[in-house]
T-cell receptor, first 114, second 109 residues
Framework: SAVISQKPSRDICQRGTSLTIQCQVDSQVTMMFWYRQQPGQSLTLIATANQGSEATYESGFVIDKFPISRPNLTFSTLTVSNMSPEDSSIYLC???????????FGSGTQLSVL | GQSLEQPSEVTAVEGAIVQINCTYQTSGFYGLSWYQQHDGGAPTFLSYNALDGLEETGRFSSFLSRSDSYGYLLLQELQMKDSASYFC??????????WGAGTKLIIKP
């Protein structure tokens, strides 16, 4: 299993500002995944972060809005840029086990944009 | 398009058995997994089925029928702490993980 430390756990931000979310994993992993989950909804993959290369973004998500860093095999950040109230959501980072059968999640960041 | 269907809400009584179904329509299939998420918490892994049949882990079991594109999660001896949302997810042939919309399980005493 993997233990992921994610912070901040929650934040209230003003429109137009940016927030950076950090995730630290207790073991080295090739891929880290960033998800968004709006209240009462399912998980939507934002991007996959690989160490040493640019993140791969899913349809509807762009690097200018959600820049990602992956400086090493245990750490990643997701920035939510130029926030609007529509960005209010829970953001989750995750990693998968070596067999690709299960995901482990950070505790999540609950973001509210005023 | 790819889709997973699961009931939006299921209600059961403490101590009873409940089954949460998941049907999928995906381009290819590697496996079906289930996750539990309590309000305010992160999803936690419950089970994974790559082959047909029943997998049992304590009070929870998961079943898969690839020919029917169908699986279910079975929860026995329900406890109040099992009140949560349950998500099924399928790994397709592109290795993408497709998520269901989630089933909210409400348990009454």
């Amino acid at each position: 299993s993997a233990v992921i430390s994610q912070k901040p756990s929650r934040d209230i931000c003003q429109r137009g500002t940016s927030l950076t979310i950090q995730c630290q994993v207790d073991s080295q992993v090739t891929m880290m995944f960033w998800y968004r989950q709006q209240p009462g909804q399912s998980l939507t993959l934002i991007a996959t972060a690989n160490q040493g290369s640019e993140a791969t973004y899913e349809s509807g998500f762009v690097i200018d809005k959600f820049p990602i860093s992956r400086p090493n095999l245990t750490f990643s950040t997701l920035t939510v840029s130029n926030m609007s109230p529509e960005d209010s959501s829970i953001y989750l980072c995750s990693v998968e086990d070596r067999r690709g059968e299960k995901l482990f999640f950070g505790s999540g960041t609950q973001l509210s944009v005023l | 398009g790819q889709s997973l269907e699961q009931p939006s809400e299921v209600t059961a009584v403490e101590g009873a058995i409940v089954q949460i179904n998941c049907t999928y329509q995906t381009s290819g299939f590697y496996g079906l997994s289930w996750y539990q998420q309590h309000d305010g918490g992160a999803p936690t892994f419950l089970s994974y089925n790559a082959l047909d049949g029943l997998e049992e882990t304590g009070r929870f079991s998961s079943f898969l029928s690839r020919s029917d594109s169908y699986g279910y999660l079975l929860l026995q001896e329900l406890q109040m702490k099992d009140s949560a949302s349950y998500f099924c997810a399928v790994r397709d042939s592109n290795y993408q993980l497709i998520w269901g919309a989630g089933t909210k399980l409400i348990i009454k005493p």
